[in-house]
Antibody, heavy 120, light 108 residues
Framework: EVQLVQSGAEVKKPGESLKISCKAS????????IGWVRQMPGEGLESMGI????????RYSPSFQGQVTISVDKSISTAYLQWSSLKASDTAIYYC?????????????WGQGTVVTVSS | EIVLTQSPGTLSLSPGERATLSCRAS???????LAWYQQKPGQAPRLLIY???TRATGIPDRFSGSGSGTNFTLTISRLEPEDFAVYYC?????????FGQGTKLEIK
């Protein structure tokens, strides 16, 4: 059974760093792209970027380039999303999702979401 | 970047009625690289349709997708109580993939 299990909710202050995770199981982790999606409070879905665990090829959506870093650790089938200096506007739910057919694809499998709250 | 515009923003219907949701793209989404998702409060999105018209595994046949080029439609033939949620379209023909702003389907 394919599963994506994300790390728990985080409460941080502006300027702090953060790394959240998405642990995959039930399939060959290195064979499918993983994407990260942001959902700000009461808003819609925004694609942030994708990574191919097989070779760590990473592509960012223009709005998120330079704002976050996406990475993987193949040895533990885990993808990461990190910030070096959080802003209040980073408050959102972050989902990871497996891309089912290449680097441009729909996603059937999603993580449960990680709530990130940034407040002074 | 391809912009997707969904309409209406909110749709108020009763169980048993037919729902028609629209998704219009700013550029052609050829080969129907379009998906539809359902999202309920506190839950991750759920894939309904991909390839414009292919139902995902486990999706009831009351959900159907159609359209081509720049105009796509999600139809729910007969609404069940569990269908009231927010629906998003997504294009994945060009990176970055993008989502529409969503249509909220509410009980009338």
């Amino acid at each position: 059974e394919v599963q994506l299990v994300q790390s728990g909710a985080e409460v941080k202050k502006p300027g702090e760093s953060l790394k959240i995770s998405c642990k995959a199981s039930g399939y060959r982790f290195t064979s499918y792209w993983i994407g990260w999606v942001r959902q700000m409070p009461g808003e819609g879905l925004e694609s942030m970027g994708i990574i191919y665990p097989g070779d760590s090829d990473t592509r960012y959506s223009p709005s998120f380039q330079g704002q976050v870093t996406i990475s993987v650790d193949k040895s533990i089938s885990t993808a990461y999303l990190q910030w070096s200096s959080l802003k209040a506007s980073d408050t959102a739910i972050y989902y990871c999702a497996r891309l089912d057919s290449g680097s441009t694809s729909w996603s059937y499998y999603w993580g449960q979401g990680t709530v990130v709250t940034v407040s002074s | 970047e391809i912009v997707l515009t969904q309409s209406p923003g909110t749709l108020s219907l009763s169980p048993g009625e037919r729902a028609t949701l629209s998704c219009r793209a700013s550029q052609s989404v050829s080969s129907n690289y379009l998906a539809w998702y359902q999202q309920k409060p506190g839950q991750a999105p759920r894939l309904l349709i991909y390839g414009g018209s292919t139902r995902a595994t486990g999706i009831p046949d009351r959900f159907s997708g159609s359209g081509s080029g720049t105009n796509f439609t999600l139809t729910i033939s007969r609404l069940e109580p569990e269908d009231f949620a927010v629906y998003y379209c997504q294009q994945y023909i060009r990176s970055p993939d993008t989502f529409g702003q969503g249509t909220k389907l509410e009980i009338k």
